[in-house]
């Protein structure tokens, strides 16, 4: 069962930028059971002491150190080897690793930590480059679980195949005519059935799609086992639904994957009723060491509903908390659903799918506001974007009164330049993914064409026009490790290279702004950056302990970095080598 501590304001040591302890005049919380003299803490046993080659402390005052302390799931000192050892106590852990090198704990501010769980259950289909190796990998899966139940699987990208078609169910037809197939596209906005899984689903050439969906057709107007969106239920609903012991297996292993990467946070996003449920059994009963940060998904055809109370608030210690809502505006790029104020350049005629109503959204934003929650949309393509906007801008007119709402825009992924400046007038965090840059730069200028494709994924924007910025990866859409997205970030390069100099390399970053969008950015998003996203005393001891100084590497090299450690609350959660 892990510990729980309640917080007291007290005044604590901070070992200075130069290492002389100096008293740290500002009050910050640290953990009640410190014994405190005097206004200050008093040296003695700390239960951890990290001597690291360096430390990137993301302290703006203070940003590089040799050591840390931490008690009680706090920090106590920041300084040099020599200083912190007078907190050295019988049963202090002492971790001295002079190759080694830590940041603040890296929080991914987008992600799906069940289904992440769920692909290590299913057939996974990343970086797959050849449809015949798709339906080899679903004959292997369905050898290996024989019965008559669902086969599932993630990650499909036809973009990846020879020509870039969508696919059809007569591929899985020839390797599974009696079983129903259903895999899920890479970017989660498009799933692929076989003609078992349309027949279990009811779904005929006479089937609707709904206003927010599209069924692919072929010539003759039958469906090709491919669900844009919306229509994507017209299938899924025919599958068994999660039980909340599927959740938590999920939530467990996909953990299990998260710390081993380095994260220390995660930002969860869309989260049903079950899940819910089952990350605060995880939460109770201590097994949750991941803090996790969550988004639900309201019910569609009443969002505002969901937040007509106020949210419950976590308790001390609580490592899930429940605070905020996602919404969607629109589709994917990938899937051309992605709305956009102009047709997509390479399928002309197709803006896009509106997948919420601007009226809708307002309405459920005001109510959130009222009630205390934090609203997140997901907006892929320039109109969604700017639709978000606006939908906001109304929302904070009727509801004046709400103080730092911290609206947020998943992705931000194609916008006009002449939009930056409303997201800063608006407070609203750009919430972005930069791994989906170089993942999906094989085919972004083909879809959107010169000049609108300066405005994708363009962070440097939103940076150098003081909108808050927020890092993640959206995994398992893409990969969990945060140091692709860092390499993405600071590159524009994939992991060969190429192109050289970067795609659209105007908008790369630095090393030190990225970081701070995994750690001070993410925390900001969540409302913890009183806790997180920085190591000075009185905050929580998360870090992130890597092989390599990655402002001693090239970007090469950062991408290549090794987790030695993830440490959470002072434990050490996750240790290279040790099970």
Do not use: C
């Not at 047709?343 to 009226?359: A, Q």
């Not at 934003?365 to 109109?383: C, M, P, S, Y």
């Amino acid at each position: 069962m892990r510990k729980r501590f309640g917080l007291a304001l007290v005044t604590v040591v901070s070992l200075g930028r130069g290492g002389a302890a100096g008293t740290e005049k500002a009050a910050r919380p640290v953990a009640a059971d410190v014994v405190v003299e005097g206004g200050t803490v008093v040296d003695g046993p700390a239960d951890l002491i990290l001597k690291l080659g360096r430390i990137w402390t993301g302290d703006r005052d203070a940003p590089w150190a040799k050591a840390l302390v931490a008690r009680s799931g706090v920090i106590v000192a920041v300084g040099t080897a020599d200083e912190v050892e007078r907190f050295r106590g019988p049963r202090t852990r002492v971790v001295d690793r002079p190759d080694a090198f830590a940041t603040p704990g890296l929080i991914d501010a987008h992600a799906h930590l069940s289904d992440l769980g769920a692909g290590t259950e299913e057939v996974d289909l990343r970086g797959v480059k050849q449809l015949d190796e798709v339906t080899r990998l679903v004959q292997d899966w369905i050898a290996a679980h024989p019965s008559d139940g669902w086969v599932t699987g993630q990650n499909w990208d036809q973009s990846l195949w020879p020509g870039g078609a969508f696919p059809t169910a007569a591929a899985l037809d020839a390797v599974a005519p009696d079983r129903p197939v259903w895999l899920i596209r890479v970017d989660g906005h498009a799933g692929w059935a076989n003609a078992e899984a349309m027949r279990r689903a009811k779904v005929t050439r006479n089937s609707v799609a709904p206003a927010g969906g599209q069924i692919l057709r072929d010539a003759g107007g039958e469906p090709t086992g491919v669900f844009i969106d919306d229509a994507m239920h017209l299938v899924s609903r025919a599958m068994p639904p999660p039980t909340r012991a599927d959740f938590s297996r999920r939530i467990l292993a996909g953990q299990e994957l998260v710390l081993k990467q380095g994260l220390t946070g995660v930002h969860a996003m869309a989260l049903t009723p079950g899940e819910i449920e089952a990350y605060r059994d995880l939460d109770r009963d201590g097994r949750l060491k991941l803090r996790v940060y969550g988004m639900a998904s309201p019910p569609p055809k009443d969002p505002a509903s969901f937040v007509a109370q106020p949210p419950s608030k976590s308790g001390p210690g609580a490592r899930f908390e429940l605070r905020g809502i996602k919404l969607f505006i629109d589709g994917a790029m990938g899937s051309r659903g992605g709305l956009l104020f102009e047709p997509y350049s390479d399928d002309p005629g197709n803006r896009g799918l509106l997948l919420m109503t601007p009226e809708v959204l307002e309405a459920t934003t005001a109510e959130a506001l009222r009630n205390g929650w934090q609203v997140a949309t997901h907006a892929i393509g320039d109109r969604g974007n700017a639709l978000v906007l606006g939908a906001y801008e109304a929302a904070r007119r009727a509801v004046p009164g709400a103080k730092d709402p911290r609206l947020r825009v998943e992705h931000a992924q194609v916008v006009r330049k002449s939009d930056v400046p409303r997201f800063r007038a608006l407070g609203v965090i750009a919430s972005m993914q930069p791994s989906h840059a170089i993942d999906d730069m094989r085919w972004a200028d083909a879809r959107l064409g010169p000049g609108r494709v300066a405005g994708a994924y363009a962070w440097r924007w939103f940076l150098d026009g003081g909108v808050p910025l927020a890092f993640g990866s959206d995994f398992p859409v893409a990969v969990v490790n945060p140091f692709y997205g860092i390499y993405a970030a600071l590159t524009r390069e994939d992991e060969d290279g190429r192109p050289p100099g970067g795609w659209h390399s105007d908008q790369k970053m630095s090393l030190d702004e990225t970081l701070r969008t995994f750690t001070t950015g993410s925390a900001y998003a969540a409302f913890a950056e009183d806790r997180l996203g920085v190591l000075k005393p009185g905050l929580r001891a998360d870090l992130t302990v890597t092989d390599r100084d990655l402002f001693k590497v090239p970007p090469r090299d950062v991408l290549k970095a090794n987790v030695v450690m993830t440490i959470i609350d002072g434990e050490v959660v996750y240790e290279a080598g040790r099970r």
